[in-house]
């Protein structure tokens, strides 16, 4: 099977055999009917000379109108013209002295249609050693009927269309050489190019995917594929460090709580206890053992969610109810710490939200305000909407954010450097699963600085 370039090539070089061909012989075609109509009108225009000639004479004598020998310069209309008036029978009454002892012809079917006053034009091939073409005007003078004849030769035209049909066939070939040519360059610089690309993209793999494809220069739609596909790329090789990261810290996190689970275990083993002692190490095992259950719990949902088959049908509750029986389940926690928590409802309508999705997340960023939030301070909890947008903004007094991890809140096990990170417990997938559990759903969540100073989180998406 031919490759793809030489497909192109050939498909190439009979579109621009066809187009050419098609070309060349319409303009033979359009030439040929020029040439042969001014053979045409010439003859006729003779004929009608002889017509008007034939009116004016006396009746009696018929004779073709020349000028005697020597007696006048010779006449360019009539040089290689041949004359011949005949009657209303075919009979010939006179004829030019270049027709000698022949006579052009005078059939059975051409004296019908000179009878019923039609101009007729004919082409004879085989009347003389040249073809002729002939033209026959029938006219009526004296009361009797007549038609002059007027004939030439078509050697000129025959020529004319000869020579043109050669230029045109040179012309076609040079044209149709000349673009096979420049069609072979194009194609040959085009996959040049395009094999450059596939013999990098074979060499891309796991291990250096930082490579990217050779961009061959230019603003057309090769430099436009490339652009698309080293973008590509580059959101491969951002995603697969993400994966090897999130690999990587899910492996420490599962080591630390199985290495204390395991020092722990080992170390109540050494020598016989107590009752009370192996109650003690069990009730420290079985917190490692929830801390486990929790974190592998929120991987499984964040690989369920990547994978998109966490789609349970929305379980819909008004959003101000969702809001007071979240902070009525939070509201015991946070009052330990003398944290308040307030709602501010600023909704111009009822309005509903997913209760599953949207108690887990709001649940983790109030979990991670009261946590951040110093003792005897504020939680604010703000409902509004923004056109056919819902917003739940969390708002704590707590330290706030470093403007350097902002961009990273959301990352999966990401913890900070700072002060909040080390004074709490966590896993750091708190905020990653909120927000893929938003974005499943159409929305997202934002993180910023409040001006007022403290952490504040928005949660958009579509109202119902």
């Known amino acids: 099977m031919l490759s793809l370039r030489r497909r192109l090539v050939l498909l190439h070089l009979l579109a621009v055999l066809l187009a050419v061909g098609v070309t060349a012989a319409t303009g033979w075609w359009m030439l040929s009917q020029s040439v042969n109509r001014q053979l045409d009108a010439a003859l006729l225009a003779l004929a009608e000379a002889e017509v008007a000639m034939l009116a004016?004479?006396?009746?009696?004598?018929?004779?073709?109108?020349?000028?005697?020998?020597?007696?006048?310069p010779p006449a360019l209309t009539r040089i290689d013209r041949l004359v011949q008036i005949v009657d209303g029978k075919g009979q010939i009454l006179g004829r030019s002295a270049n027709l000698g002892t022949e006579?052009?012809?005078?059939?059975?079917?051409?004296?019908?249609?000179?009878?019923?006053?039609?101009?007729?034009?004919?082409?004879?091939?085989?009347?003389?050693?040249?073809?002729?073409?002939?033209v026959s005007?029938?006219?009526?003078?004296?009361?009797?009927?007549?038609?002059?004849?007027?004939?030439?030769?078509?050697?000129d035209v025959n020529s004319i269309l000869q020579s043109a049909a050669i230029l045109f066939a040179g012309m076609a070939v040079a044209l149709t050489a000349a673009m096979a040519w420049a069609g072979a360059r194009l194609s040959s610089k085009l996959f040049v190019?395009?094999?450059n690309i596939v013999g990098r993209a074979h060499e891309i793999g796991d291990s250096n995917l930082h490579q990217r494809l050779p961009h061959p220069g230019g603003d057309d739609e090769i430099s436009h594929l490339v652009d698309t596909l080293n973008a590509m790329l580059e959101r491969i090789e951002h995603a697969f460090q993400a994966q090897q990261r999130f690999t990587a810290d899910a492996s420490h996190e599962?080591?630390?709580p199985l290495s204390r689970l395991r020092a722990e275990?080992?170390?109540t083993l050494r020598r016989p206890r107590d009752s009370g002692d192996y109650v003690t190490a069990l009730r420290s095992c079985l917190e490692e053992v929830e801390r486990l259950t929790h974190l592998v719990e929120e991987l499984l949902m964040l690989a369920r969610l990547d994978a998109g088959l966490e789609r349970a049908p929305a379980d819909l509750t008004p959003l101000r109810q969702l809001a007071e029986d979240l902070i009525g389940r939070m509201e015991p926690v946070a009052r330990e710490r003398g944290i308040t928590l307030a709602l501010r409802d600023e909704l111009r309508r009822d309005t509903l939200a997913d209760q599953r999705s949207l108690s887990l997340?709001?649940?983790?960023?109030?979990d991670n305000a009261i946590k951040f939030s110093p003792p005897d301070s504020r939680i604010e909890i703000q409902l509004e909407q923004a056109g056919m947008q819902m917003r739940v903004s969390v708002t704590d007094q707590g330290p706030g954010l470093d403007p350097a991890e902002l961009p990273f809140v959301f990352d999966r096990f990401f913890r900070g450097a700072g002060s909040r990170a080390g004074e709490v417990d966590g896993f750091g997938l708190g905020l990653a699963l909120s927000q893929t559990i938003m974005q499943a759903q159409g929305g997202g969540i934002e993180a910023a600085n409040h001006p007022g100073g403290g952490a504040r989180f928005?949660?958009?998406f579509s109202a119902r």
């Open 56 to 72: 004016d004479s006396d009746g009696v004598t018929v004779r073709v109108h020349e000028a005697p020998v020597g007696s006048a």
């Open 103 to 134: 006579t052009l012809p005078v059939d059975a079917t051409l004296l019908p249609r000179l009878a019923t006053g039609i101009t007729v034009f004919d082409t004879l091939p085989d009347l003389r050693e040249e073809p002729l073409r002939m």
């Open 137 to 155: 005007v029938p006219t009526l003078a004296h009361g009797r009927r007549y038609a002059v004849q007027v004939a030439g030769s078509l050697d």
């Open 193 to 195: 190019a395009i094999e």
């Open 254 to 256: 599962l080591r630390s």
């Open 265 to 267: 275990i080992e170390i």
């Open 361 to 366: 997340v709001l649940g983790n960023l109030l």
């Open 458 to 460: 928005s949660i958009t």
